[in-house]
């Protein structure tokens, strides 16, 4: 049982450190408005003719709380010109460190053999309980551009993409939205919270003691299937009825000599303790003494008889429901 308390109680510190690391690892990436970062991004082909459709890939690392949106970037090089529908994000992992990858697509059509490398295009986000999340960046890598010497018979994606959308119409300014945690964290921390409180309920529960007379009979049964020396084994029976002793009535009995526990009983106020069984617990001692310390020879039939009245003024001293509320 002690084992298993242990090995539960470092069990409910590790569970109690992962959480507390958790929550405050998303906590700390979630009020410190974490930067978005790009780690990669590519064109599906380098060499690019005037007029021809080209795709870009991108990989962005993102804060757990932050999601990129449908809507098509607010800031385009002037060489380039977007197919609004195509835009496609793909979900990835989320990491141990909070950030989850994120993987873009978006197709476009050169218009001009204009260099567009090291111009960027910003892609907005939107970030729980903030109003506005900001944009994650992305840094254009250059394109081998050239004219083509004829214009070919089909573009590379239906003309309606090459079309000048209509100005957007102006909205309202609204107000940011007052900044507030996640109130999912506190929710799953809260809970985890209470079933770890439980548990080490529990682990009191398990850790109390047990009564005295409870632990007697548990040790009386152990050292009746003993296979020890009897020396030890009327050592053994010794301590465990002093030990009752003083934890049942509250006495020291644990270092006397078998004349002082007799005293220590004739001291005692119980009705099971008449004067026969003082003189049966008092005569185990001193056969007790007689086989350690002198050597008496006795055999295993004379130790089972010993470990009668033990038992017995243990049972006869054992409190009944009604009683253990009251002082002994």
């Known amino acids: 049982m002690k084992t298993f308390l242990a090995i539960l109680r470092i069990g409910i510190f590790l569970v109690l450190s992962a959480l507390a690391f958790v929550g405050w690892r998303a906590f700390s990436i979630w009020s410190a408005d974490t930067k978005p970062v790009s780690t990669e991004s590519a064109w599906s082909k380098v060499n690019v003719m005037v007029g021809e459709g080209v795709t870009l890939q991108s990989e962005f690392r993102l804060p757990y709380h932050q ?16 197919r609004k529908s195509s835009l496609q994000w793909t979900r990835g992992k989320l990491g141990v460190d909070g950030f989850r990858d994120w ?11 204009a260099s567009i490398a090291g111009q960027s295009i910003a892609f ?19 394109l081998n551009s050239a004219y083509a010497e004829e214009m070919p018979d089909q573009p590379a994606f239906e003309t309606a993409a ?14 940011l939205e007052e900044r507030r945690s996640p109130w999912w964290i506190i929710a799953v921390l809260a809970s985890l919270g209470i079933v770890c409180l439980m548990i080490l309920a529990l682990v009191r529960r398990l850790r109390r003691p047990s009564p005295p ?41 644990q270092a006397s000599c078998p004349h002082e526990f007799r005293r220590l009983l004739d001291q005692v106020e119980h009705g099971s303790l008449t004067d026969e069984v003082r003189s ?8 007790t003494d007689s086989v350690r310390f002198a050597h008496q020879s006795v055999g295993r039939e004379r130790f089972a008889a010993a470990l009668a009245p033990v038992r017995e003024f243990v049972k006869a001293t054992t409190p009944t429901s009604s009683s253990r509320n009251e002082p002994a």
């Open 67 to 82: 999601t990129p949106t449908d809507v098509i970037p607010s800031r385009i090089p002037e060489a380039l010109v977007i």
């Open 103 to 113: 993987k873009m697509q978006l197709d476009a059509v050169l218009l001009s053999d």
């Open 124 to 142: 907005p986000l939107t970030s729980w309980g903030k109003g506005n999340s900001g944009k994650v960046t992305v840094s254009l890598p250059g």
């Open 162 to 175: 090459l079309k000048i959308d209509p100005p957007a119409p102006e909205l309202p300014e609204m107000e």
């Open 213 to 253: 007379w409870e632990t007697a009979q548990v040790e009386l049964d152990r050292l009746d299937s003993a296979n020890d020396d009897l020396p030890t084994l009327y050592t053994r029976l010794a301590d465990i009825l002093k030990t009752y002793t003083g934890s049942r009535f509250g006495c020291s009995a």
């Open 280 to 287: 049966r617990l008092h005569e185990l001692l001193c056969e």
